[in-house]
T-cell receptor, first 110, second 115 residues
Framework: QQPVQSPQAVILREGEDAVINCSSS?????VHWYRQKHGEAPVFLMI?????EQKGHDKISASFNEKKQQSSLYLTASQLSYSGTYFC???????????FGGGTRLMVKP | EAQVTQNPRYLITVTGKKLTVTCSQN?????MSWYRQDPGLGLRQIYY???????DKGDVPEGYKVSRKEKRNFPLILESPSPNQTSLYFC??????????????FGDGTRLSIL
């Protein structure tokens, strides 16, 4: 079952912050985050493993709440280059399948 | 350069005409996978392979076949394509035989139109 991402779309001005959420109805083992620009392949951002960790990558960070079966991606002081569609991918065991959400389209305007 | 290469990038074909989309990686990755991407549905996994000669179904395997005879190649076969298989297809690979803790490296995609 696909994880649910929210919001489906968001428009920001440069410098503003955004949060993208990813929720699952099943217990999560890990969560992946990817960004895809229009006409390009998805690009890996980060993986969070179960244990409630938080990770950061420049001004993009993420948290993973195992109990709530959800992860959030935080984009702070957004830049034009952050525009694209963000996908979370979830794994429900230490196995071989990733299930992706429907994506969140982010547009950053000058 | 480390990469995942898919061919063709674009294909328009007709219902029932068998086709193969090739995928090759030069990173010595064990895990390879095929996804289809449709508007609003994100990426859905078709098939994956943990290593040579080991393949398994993903969420949407119907109408597709795969094989993994060599580590670097993972072709996607549509024996009798139908219009509902019109989609954008991505091949991906990752280092180990498990997907949960490894970044996926994606190819540039193959846009398939079946008339």
């Amino acid at each position: 079952q696909q994880p649910v991402q929210s919001p489906q779309a968001v428009i920001l001005r440069e410098g503003e912050d955004a949060v993208i959420n990813c929720s699952s109805s099943k217990a999560l083992y890990s969560v992946h985050w990817y960004r895809q620009k229009h006409g390009e392949a998805p690009v890996f951002l980060m993986i969070l493993l179960k244990g409630g960790e938080q990770k950061g990558h420049d001004k993009i960070s993420a948290s993973f709440n195992e109990k709530k079966q959800q992860s959030s991606l935080y984009l702070t002081a957004s830049q034009l280059s952050y525009s694209g569609t963000y996908f979370c991918g979830t794994a429900h065991n230490a196995g071989n399948m990733l299930t992706f959400g429907g994506g969140t389209r982010l547009m950053v305007k000058p | 350069e480390a990469q995942v290469t898919q061919n063709p990038r674009y294909l328009i074909t007709v219902t029932g005409k068998k086709l193969t989309v090739t995928c090759s990686q030069n990173m010595n990755h064990e895990y390879m996978s095929w996804y289809r991407q449709d508007p609003g549905l994100g990426l859905r996994q078709i098939y994956y392979s943990m290593n040579v000669e080991v393949t398994d179904k993903g969420d949407v395997p119907e109408g597709y076949k795969v094989s993994r005879k060599e580590k670097r190649n993972f072709p996607l076969i549509l024996e009798s394509p139908s219009p509902n298989q019109t989609s954008l297809y991505f091949c991906a690979s990752s280092l180990s035989g498990q997907a949960f803790n490894q970044p996926q490296h994606f190819g540039d995609g193959t846009r398939l139109s079946i008339l």
